[in-house]
């Protein structure tokens, strides 16, 4: 059974600093693994999805990596912005699977 | 990119009264919806798997009778909570299927008083 764990559950730190956050799986069988931005009170928004056979994607200030192998995956968010604010969740999709397994989430603050 | 919609955003109910949320893809068609449910400060829990036409498929542990979900459209799945109680208070996310990308709505708030 796949399980999806993101460290830290809870992050702080100024404003304009570079950050990472981290994201593991235990089945590397994987499909893609995809990365989702949550305000509060509100729903899901896809950030980036890396496929199997990618090592990473970027998005602006963002750059999600995968290390399939070894179970990791990492969101780099350069120069933070108190927008940034938010809770960030990592799913992965299994091989063969049509459900994403979803990690707990790190909630983000970016202080002005 | 494609738009998931879900009505209402927030309800509130009495103890005892169901509740129908309406998940609809509006610019594309899904043959697979997901229902999820997440508590507050918690990650999302998928319920159930909703395909258009036929039975839903349920997680370990979600009564199906107590949450129906019907597909009966590529571009509309309804999730009905039947006598709510305070504890199914919660939040609940759709999601449609387009290849292997998942597509979220915007949520739903049940508060059961």
């Known amino acids: 059974k796949q399980e999806v764990t993101q460290i830290p559950a809870a992050l702080s730190v100024p404003e304009g600093e570079n950050l990472v956050l981290n994201c593991s799986f235990t089945?590397?069988?994987?499909?893609?693994l995809q990365w989702f931005r949550q305000d509060p009170g509100k729903g899901l928004t896809s950030l980036l999805l890396?496929?199997?056979?990618?090592r990473e994607q970027t998005s602006g200030r963002l750059n999600a990596s995968l290390d399939k192998s070894s179970g990791r995956s990492t969101l780099y968010i350069a120069a933070s912005q108190p927008g940034d604010s938010a809770t960030y969740l990592c799913?992965?999709?299994?091989?063969?699977?049509?459900?994403?397994?979803f990690g707990q989430g790190t909630r983000l603050t970016i202080n002005p | 990119g494609a738009v998931v919609s879900q009505h209402p955003s927030r309800v509130i109910c009495k103890s005892g009264t169901s509740v129908k949320i309406e998940c609809r893809s509006l610019d594309f068609q899904a043959t697979t919806m997901f229902w999820y449910r997440q508590f507050p400060k918690q990650s999302l829990m998928l319920m159930a798997t909703?395909?258009?036409?036929?039975?839903?498929?349920?997680e370990q542990g979600v009564e199906k009778d107590k949450f129906l979900i019907n597909h009966a459209s590529l571009t509309l799945s309804t999730l009905t909570v039947t006598s709510a109680h305070p504890e199914d208070s919660s939040f609940y996310i759709c999601s449609g299927g387009v290849s292997d990308t998942q597509y979220f709505g915007p949520g739903t708030r049940l508060t059961v008083l």
């Open positions: 089945d590397s069988a994987i499909y893609n």
């Open positions: 799913a992965v999709l299994g091989q063969g699977a049509q459900k994403l397994v």
């Open positions: 890396i496929q199997s056979s990618q």
């Open positions: 909703s395909n258009e036409g036929s039975k839903a498929t349920y």
